[in-house]
T-cell receptor, first 111, second 112 residues
Framework: GENVEQHPSTLSVQEGDSAVIKCTYS??????FPWYKQELGKRPQLIID?????GEKKDQRIAVTLNKTAKHFSLHITETQPEDSAVYFC??????????FGAGTQVVVTP | DAGVIQSPRHEVTEMGQEVTLRCKPI?????LFWYRQTMMRGLELLIY????????DSGMPEDRFSAKMPNASFSTLKIQPSEPRDSAVYFC??????????FGPGTRLLVL
């Protein structure tokens, strides 16, 4: 089955700096890669996703890149703000069923 | 759209008691997922359904756990008997093939 590794487990950045989270996956059949943000005590919420026919996708300060050959994908947050502090999860799977989630990255943005 | 609805939001019970968690997926979504989240193990997929049929229950930890989906708008996750190590946040999520998963608010379960 799919195995997703996520790094780093914690990330501390100063407000205004960029944050990068990286994930690798094992199943070459995976073709859908969502990213979720989970604030303390709340549910995971989708922030951006990318499909395997796309190499990069951007939404305001958030971007995701995908390298299918190397089986890795990354989340980039630019101009970080305190409200970006949360746990971020990557996931990999196919559009027909389940995802495998990474272990999560605790992002702390300090003013 | 009300989103995925879960009940109860919080549950405190004693070891050995039966616990039933409930989920109403988003209308029109034909996939339903049950997850468990703990600090130690992260977000684990327990079971998922497609068109009310269980597709993969390999994540169900043991026979004490069971899940049903009697119709397209309702699913239950039951733990009997419950144990302290079952304490976690249990999320239900739903999706269609064309969309990503949307999570419910979760049920915080504490087994004493």
């Amino acid at each position: 089955g799919e195995n997703v590794e996520q790094h780093p487990s914690t990330l501390s950045v100063q407000e205004g700096d960029s944050a990068v989270i990286k994930c690798t996956y094992s199943d070459s059949a995976s073709n859908y890669f969502p990213w979720y943000k989970q604030e303390l005590g709340k549910r995971p919420q989708l922030i951006i996703d990318i499909r395997s026919n796309v190499g990069e996708k951007k939404d305001q300060r958030i971007a995701v890149t995908l390298n299918k050959t190397a089986k890795h994908f990354s989340l980039h947050i630019t101009e970080t703000q305190p409200e970006d502090s949360a746990v971020y999860f990557c996931a990999a799977g196919d559009s027909w069923g389940k995802f495998q989630f990474g272990a999560g990255t605790q992002v702390v943005v300090t003013p | 759209d009300a989103g995925v609805i879960q009940s109860p939001r919080h549950e405190v019970t004693e070891m050995g008691q039966e616990v039933t968690l409930r989920c109403k997926p988003i209308s029109g979504h034909d996939y339903l997922f049950w997850y468990r989240q703990t600090m130690m193990r992260g977000l684990e997929l327990l079971i998922y359904f497609n068109n009310n049929v269980p597709i993969d229950d390999s994540g169900m930890p043991e026979d004490r756990f069971s899940a049903k989906m009697p119709n397209a708008s309702f699913s239950t996750l039951k733990i009997q008997p419950s144990e302290p190590r079952d304490s976690a946040v249990y999320f239900c999520a739903s999706r269609t093939v064309q969309e990503t998963q949307y999570f419910g608010p979760g049920t915080r379960l504490l087994v004493l």
